[in-house]
């Protein structure tokens, strides 16, 4: 199970530390956040105990009318539970008691300093605890953003798949990952596709050696990560063996039970590798406007036989 620490989202949002310094190393490994109510009124049947607890002005101004010894209850019995920490968006004024209960019980309280409001404060929490503990696997190829579609580049080692990718860069596409891609399921449907910060901005072409693509090309051709919508796999020529798939069958590459459309290219002198993959990207893009070449083409053919 992937974790994360309290310190880790200290220094990713820029929060104040109240109380709890010394039990910043508390280990996160719930990816949604939530925003104690029911709790305070005594319902805990099902109360995540391992997620970060988020108190905005709703939950202060309730904390606030309560009376000194109803405010000792109600946050005492949820501090019993001892979560991870409390995130207060609602400022720092009068936190007096809860500063109390936290440092009693060695929970961290931290205070957000941006300006933004509760709602838009747990989207960013919620995408960012999302990402980090998203269970995630590395493969050997190269990951590239193409027209805005991000696409996996695989094939056995020598095939040409960083050499597919500098080609790409040349016309314009972003580099994500090359050799090894880090992927990350956020959903079950989707995959993203990063670098494992060792190669960030690094492509190695064989005979040539290793390239940083920001330098040579400017920041345009890299890209941090990238949504994965197709699994592109190169492999060496066969004859006889290329034909053109007319039928409307689709062929999938599963990546932690997520299923990815897959397409195979074989590779021949001469074959324009990049183009075909930026036509596999678009025509992608055009299926999920809901149009096929192949569907078309097959009416257009029943149209002219005879009844």
Request: one cysteine or more; a neutral charge; aromatic letters at 8%.
């Amino acid at each position: 199970m992937k974790k994360i620490t309290v310190e880790n989202l200290i220094k990713e949002f820029s929060l104040k530390v109240v109380a709890g310094e010394g039990q910043l190393h508390k280990i996160i490994t719930q990816s949604r956040v939530h925003r104690p109510g029911l709790e305070f009124v005594g319902h805990f049947d099902f109360f995540p105990t391992e997620r970060v607890q988020i108190l905005g002005k709703k939950e202060i101004t309730y904390l606030h009318k309560l009376t000194k010894e109803e405010r000792k209850v109600r946050i005492g019995n949820i501090v019993h539970y001892h979560p991870p920490c409390f995130i207060v968006t609602a400022g720092e004024e009068d936190l007096t008691y809860l500063t109390h209960h936290c440092v009693e019980q060695g929970i961290p309280l931290l205070v957000a300093k941006r300006s933004e409001t509760t709602s838009e404060f747990i989207t960013r929490l919620d995408a960012y605890l999302v990402k980090e503990l998203a269970p995630e696997i590395a493969v050997h190829g190269v990951c590239m953003n193409v027209s805005g579609i991000g696409i996996l580049i695989r094939g056995n080692s020598g095939v040409g798949k960083s050499e597919t990718a500098h080609t790409l860069i040349r016309r314009g596409h972003r580099l994500v990952a090359d050799d090894i891609v880090v992927l990350k399921k956020l959903s079950p449907r989707t995959i993203l596709g990063t670098h494992d910060e060792k190669t960030k901005e690094f492509l190695a072409l064989r005979s040539i050696g290793l390239l940083n693509v920001v330098r040579l090309y400017g920041r345009r051709a890299f890209q941090e990560e990238t949504r994965i919508a197709l699994d592109i796999h190169l492999t060496r020529w066969e004859k006889d063996a290329l034909y053109n798939e007319l039928d409307q069958k689709f062929h999938y590459t599963d990546y932690m039970g997520v299923k990815i459309p897959s397409i195979e290219i074989q590779l021949q002198p001469g074959r324009d590798v990049g183009g075909l993959i930026e036509a596999a990207a678009n025509n992608w893009y055009l299926k999920q406007q809901g149009y096929s070449a192949a569907e078309e083409f097959m009416s257009r053919i029943k149209a002219d036989i005879p009844e």
